[in-house]
């Protein structure tokens, strides 16, 4: 950590800080400026991130220099973490698209959206069965019903199941039918619910929240890995920004950033940022072009009919459409998908 | 709702959005203008809402006209909500400042603390018990330890205590000790959490998400007014915004806006949004002139020794001054403090 | 244009709203909801723009329903445009890469990095002879001997010339050595500077500013083209929003958007988006997969003694392999580069 | 300047930053950590600026230490600059406010504005001759019509006029006409045009811009300073967020951040953040409270008939109770007004 000194500050404010950092164990270091004095501060800074040393008298500014992350950082572990989802490698040269519906509406409907997507290279299945809806008069999942309903629809199709968990209350509910335990954007610190998750043997995959830095990003991964669960995907969903263009600004930067700071895989979800069917090609494309491990996108036969986000769902033959279209552009980067 | 169609939607695209519009059980009326038709539905939006009628071909945008929000709005019930805390009355004339620290870390700190400020005219007591920190390796809170020690502060002091909750399993455990039930700034949206205390007797304290919305702020209000419980004060602590001079972008202008489309109570954390104690003052004074009903403030008598968010913290003294300060501004509007 | 009134609205101020819409030779259409009254004006929706209907008595909002670009409208021109820059045909089937260094500095440095990014692929050369920057003691570019430079540059690779002019003052001189004049992002609403490079019969490069909507970006380029110049070729280039992980935020949905709603072509910078020439890859990847109709990339020899943005600049051995990443993602679309 | 080399940086890229510190004219100061070496550079960071430290071999991070401005700062100058605008002293302890009409429109409308504004307390006029707008359609003010009719409202008030300058080659005129030259928004990194009135004896009146940070926009004082103008006059009238419940958010901690920063004196302008006159009285009490030395405030009598932004004009008589709620806020700080 250094600690920037104001020009005025005293040589009793400067010994203050050299004490703080010297009772915590770690070794100070100070350099006299012309103006300013500066004192960094060796050796492991967790115990002085709990310090206030910005409101210290005398400090100017103070900065971080260790990573607040570890078990999420690409330095502890300098290889991608490969997951597997019932035999589906998750992080490895192989792109994978987790498709389906907003939120599990019928049986039927939900097996024959499987069936699509299937059929047109997922290999994934996403349906919601908790829902966070903005409005509380809003519809707001099946519950139990709507899992039990994925179950089948893995039986009929092979196809891993993704889908979202709200409450620490629901985890032991979803794991018993889940493949992957999802955390929405709204939850991404939600950190009792992050704890609860890490305690679960399924993967998580974690969707960044509207204003999460990439850094607190990495955070909540670490919240889940803390517990002992390492399998966390990360997806980026589009953040909120003034442009209103779009439902959310996709962050496609997040990408690169994302592989290079941590082992983890990274996935786009190009229909939550669009917000309409009519943006996801190129999103998507995008996305694989930029690197990432996989997709989620969402699919309906009959997006008018849909009870969630029907706006921004493919039908199966724009889905298939895209697929074909992203095959090339992965093995442009040479990788499979 | 009102649905501008595309100039090149064709007739069948018009029916097929009337006849939508009709079998929800609303009114349509059709405007055709120069290029484009345009279509009001009259009557109950809220069936509507759930149709995703900006993917519906032909049609280039929908604006809603309805608000989404009913009980909390100032439609409903023209008249401020008058919130009693333990005899402490929110929302009318007097200015309210609920102080103290950020975590309860000691019995004896933390009635010190309750002392202090009331005895600089604070009217409520803050302090948390369990903690939402972005690391998993930061202090977590005292948990129900520091309860007990929150409901003996109220006991030697008479304020009553607004204290956050975290998770739907400890809301039974917290309502036994606390007078007011605090939802955090990363919860606002965690919907389940939010229905768990729209079932308790005791009023909600709901601070805005750093990237929520006026009126998705409202919407998480509806959320616990929809279960039966309409005691709900709202906080503005900070947005995230792309200034990062402080911790967070105070958005004075939200005292206004929810003053006007709400009958609910508006608060101010001036502590959050600044992040160093140095900012305080100022915000805290524009707080009270723009019309806040009350303040929520950050005080510790040792900041350097806070288990967290020290750096914000006022010593009691400046507090004391503080207050002494925005009296006058109150008066100045009409109101007490 | 609809306006909403209040419910509260009296007769009177919906009778006042009529009276000034039909005042400005529109057709009033009203429409009595259960609760509101909602009022169309049909016709030419540009002067009652000018009136300030959001502040009248009675109205609750105004929604504007047609575009307010005209010329840079798809709507108006649904053909793509092509713009010839001496040559070179930007807006077609193939994607051009603009590159070069950021200022012009010697004239063998430029002259060593035109020949290179020519060798790699590169259709047009960039390069800054008047440099906007942040502070007033940083390097200001060569001015008129930085042109001269260019011009020579051109002489010897053939490639044609985007430089910037920051100045209306500027204009007569640049256009006399530049094929193409660029508006940087911090002039994207320059309102003087675009009407002025409006009337010049060069193309112009039109960056998109750090909080430019993609509405006020297509208004900008509507006020080089209501001065009689046609030519417009817009570029993202980064906004700014709260994550500073990356210097700017690139806004990938960009590219989708304005193709849909402009004839125009689009370009995308990834390395101004970056700030840093690691993460350039990436994002000039993600931009042509998207659909981008060309990209404007820095390339340096030496970055670290580049006198302005070297650390966004790539070394030409990497922009040689960045251009042969390029081409398969290119085919991949159907397109070449 | 303080350079952190990532984990495995070599002894021979440490070296190379060194080598490149010492060439500047500053002493390195190196600091060996655990896992990373941090390397300081002492002394004058001016040329270390130009080089792209964040690009070399090895390099993590670059933090900077110094502040980039230095005329504009208060360590340069601990004393307020009190700006003295024909006998008006702007930046001491009477609070100013600046008000009159978005545009001018008319003679007669101009000089009843301003004989309203007077008598209720404003100290200076604003008027725009020379008006930026988003579309090239919209009135663009009456040019040096507008000057000559602001000329004669300060004859028959005695009023100072402040009015905006959009071109470099405006200032001549406009110098002749005002006693304050504004700088707008959108102008605020035009940095030709702050040259251009930094060689102006006349005070700037410097607008931050949307999305402008605020040390930004102290860069930008620095420029007009740079030339050798001293008087500028900060104004902060609202940024670009998420939020677009108001029609900008204004960033009232700008104030004390700005007055702690710098030495020059700080306005608020809450018409232009509010974008209805609806909420301007909140925001400006909030100004006053906060400790802006000024304010600026759009006044028309028929805002119906405003040629822009009228939907944000007070009244006069509601301007009049304004100033007269905001004089006993300024005496609770113990200011006047």
Same mark, same amino acid.
């Given at each position: 950590?250094?600690?920037?000194?104001?020009?005025?500050?005293?040589?009793?404010?400067?010994?203050?800080?050299?004490?703080?950092?010297?009772?915590?164990?770690?070794?100070?270091?100070?350099?006299?400026?012309?103006?300013?004095?500066?004192? &960094?501060?060796? #050796?492991?800074?967790?115990?002085?991130? @709990?310090?206030?040393?910005? $409101?210290? =008298?005398? !400090?100017?500014? +103070?900065?971080?220099?260790?990573?607040?992350?570890?078990?999420?950082?690409?330095?502890?572990?300098?290889?991608?973490?490969?997951?597997?989802?019932?035999?589906?490698?998750?992080?490895?040269?192989?792109?994978?698209?987790?498709?389906?519906?907003?939120?599990?509406?019928?049986?039927?409907?939900?097996?024959?959206?499987?069936?699509?997507?299937?059929?047109?290279?997922?290999?994934?299945?996403?349906?919601?069965?908790?829902?966070?809806?903005?409005?509380?008069?809003?519809?707001?999942?099946? &519950?139990?019903? #709507?899992?039990?309903?994925?179950?089948? @629809?893995?039986?009929?199709? $092979?196809? =891993?199941? !993704?889908?979202? +968990?709200?409450?620490?209350?629901?985890?032991?509910?979803?794991?018993?039918?889940?493949?992957?335990?999802?955390?929405?954007?709204?939850?991404?610190?939600?950190?009792?619910?992050?704890?609860?998750?890490?305690?679960?043997?399924?993967?998580?995959?974690?969707?960044?929240?509207?204003?999460?830095?990439?850094?607190?990003?990495?955070?909540?991964?670490?919240?889940?890995?803390?517990?002992?669960?390492?399998?966390?995907?990360?997806?980026?969903?589009?953040?909120?920004?003034?442009?209103?263009?779009?439902?959310?600004?996709?962050?496609?930067?997040?990408? @690169?950033?994302?592989?290079?700071?941590?082992?983890?895989?990274?996935?786009?979800?190009?229909?939550?940022?669009?917000?309409?069917?009519?943006?996801?090609?190129?999103?998507?494309?995008?996305?694989?072009?930029?690197?990432?491990?996989?997709?989620?996108?969402?699919?309906?036969?009959?997006?008018?009919?849909?009870?969630?986000?029907?706006?921004?769902?493919?039908?199966?033959?724009?889905?298939?459409?895209?697929?074909?279209?992203?095959?090339?552009?992965?093995?442009?980067?040479?990788?499979?998908?």
């Amino acid at each position: 950590m250094i600690i920037v000194m104001k020009p005025e500050a005293t040589q009793a404010e400067i010994d203050h800080i050299v004490e703080t950092i010297v009772s915590l164990g770690l070794r100070p270091h100070i350099s006299r400026g012309e103006t300013r004095t500066i004192i &960094g501060a060796i #050796g492991d800074e967790s115990p002085l991130r @709990a310090k206030p040393l910005a $409101g210290f =008298p005398g !400090v100017e500014s +103070v900065t971080e220099i260790q990573k607040p992350y570890k078990l999420a950082s690409r330095q502890l572990r300098p290889e991608p973490t490969l997951i597997n989802v019932n035999g589906v490698s998750v992080g490895g040269p192989q792109v994978h698209v987790i498709a389906g519906p907003c939120s599990v509406e019928t049986r039927e409907g939900a097996i024959e959206i499987a069936e699509a997507v299937r059929a047109a290279g997922a290999t994934m299945l996403r349906g919601g069965a908790f829902k966070p809806r903005t409005s509380p008069y809003s519809f707001q999942g099946l &519950g139990e019903e #709507g899992l039990k309903i994925l179950a089948e @629809a893995r039986e009929r199709t $092979g196809l =891993p199941i !993704v889908t979202e +968990v709200m409450d620490p209350r629901q985890v032991e509910l979803v794991e018993q039918y889940a493949d992957v335990l999802q955390i929405g954007a709204r939850n991404v610190q939600n950190f009792n619910l992050l704890k609860e998750v890490g305690l679960s043997a399924k993967p998580v995959f974690l969707k960044r929240g509207l204003s999460t830095t990439l850094q607190e990003f990495l955070m909540s991964a670490e919240y889940v890995m803390s517990q002992g669960n390492p399998q966390v995907i990360l997806c980026e969903r589009g953040i909120r920004t003034f442009e209103t263009a779009m439902r959310h600004t996709l962050d496609i930067a997040a990408v @690169a950033w994302l592989k290079a700071e941590s082992h983890l895989p990274v996935f786009i979800d190009p229909s939550h940022a669009a917000g309409l069917y009519r943006w996801v090609d190129s999103l998507a494309r995008a996305a694989v072009a930029a690197g990432a491990d996989g997709l989620m996108i969402e699919v309906h036969p009959r997006p008018e009919e849909a009870l969630s986000d029907g706006a921004q769902a493919l039908i199966p033959s724009r889905f298939r459409s895209l697929m074909q279209e992203l095959r090339p552009i992965a093995e442009a980067i040479g990788r499979s998908l």
